[in-house]
């Protein structure tokens, strides 16, 4: 018997693609474009530390992007499928012949 599911929605991804666009957009206002200003009059020492910060902060974000990706995707059903069983079947008894049965 196969089993028949729901189309799956399109909002999850929306969802998720919009706000990780907010979040880039969010981090690259309040500290990639200030970090780029000040690294052009900053010293050896201090360029290496913001090209540290930078790279830490992407690396941040890819996780979650990728952490994100796993959530609203489910890319786990692709590589631990569950194995489904097929269903039993229910076995209807006549109420009416148990009533008579328990009133003998």
């Known amino acids: 018997m196969p ?5 799956a929605s399109p909002w999850p ?3 998720f693609l919009a706000f990780f666009a907010a979040l880039i957009a969010f981090v690259s206002h ?3 474009l200030p970090a780029m200003e000040a690294k052009q009059a900053a010293t050896q020492p201090a360029q290496s ?3 540290a910060q930078a790279a830490l902060l992407l690396t941040l974000l ?3 992007l990728l952490c994100g990706l ?4 489910k890319v786990h059903r692709f590589f631990l499928p569950r194995t489904w069983t097929p269903r ?5 008894v ?10 003998e």
């Not at 089993?3 to 189309?7: D, G, I, K, L, S």
């Not at 796993?70 to 995707?73: A, D, E, K, M, S």
């Not at 039993?88 to 209807?92: G, L, N």
């Open 49 to 51: 530390v913001l090209r």
């Open 13 to 15: 991804a929306i969802c």
């Open 3 to 7: 089993r028949h599911h729901r189309a």
């Open 94 to 103: 006549d109420a009416w012949a148990e009533a008579g049965k328990r009133a």
């Open 30 to 32: 309040y500290y990639l």
């Open 70 to 73: 796993v959530l609203t995707f």
């Open 62 to 64: 890819l996780v979650m």
């Open 88 to 92: 039993a079947r229910t076995k209807y």
